[in-house]
Nanobody
């Protein structure tokens, strides 16, 4: 399974970015959960958002709820993270990840994600 994230960059506070993650491999024979996590300098990796591939059900971290939207394009095997009203605290490396077991109760747990992309840097200036 390979995940390739893109779309990061430098943006001013209040601006928007859209991250993409192209997925390939056998995980899509099952019904995985696809997620976004982020890691800021000096901090632990944290959950951002996740979507269940089959149903489109989503879950968000409280810190991004109402500002970020996760979605998926089944035909393109791609997930997106639309980030609006960005804040300096959103600055981090963003990683997409795949949880092949697809258990809803594990959507927020990083250890349940077996496959990770390389990360894309998002920098929000004040």
């Amino acid at each position: 399974v390979q995940l390739q994230a893109s779309g990061g960059g430098l943006v001013q506070a209040g601006g928007s970015l859209r991250l993409s993650c192209l997925a390939s491999g056998r995980t899509f024979i099952e019904n995985p959960i696809m997620g976004w996590f982020r890691q800021a300098p000096g901090k632990e990796r944290e959950f951002v958002a996740a979507v269940r591939w089959s149903t489109g059900a989503t879950v968000y971290a409280d810190s991004v709820k109402g500002r970020f939207t996760i979605s998926r394009d089944k035909a393109k095997k791609t997930i997106f993270l639309q980030m609006n009203s960005l804040k300096p605290d959103d600055t981090a490396i963003y990683y997409c990840a795949a949880n092949p077991r697809g258990i809803l109760s594990t959507m927020r747990i990083a250890n349940e994600y077996d496959y990770w992309g390389q990360g894309t840097l998002v920098t929000v200036s004040s």
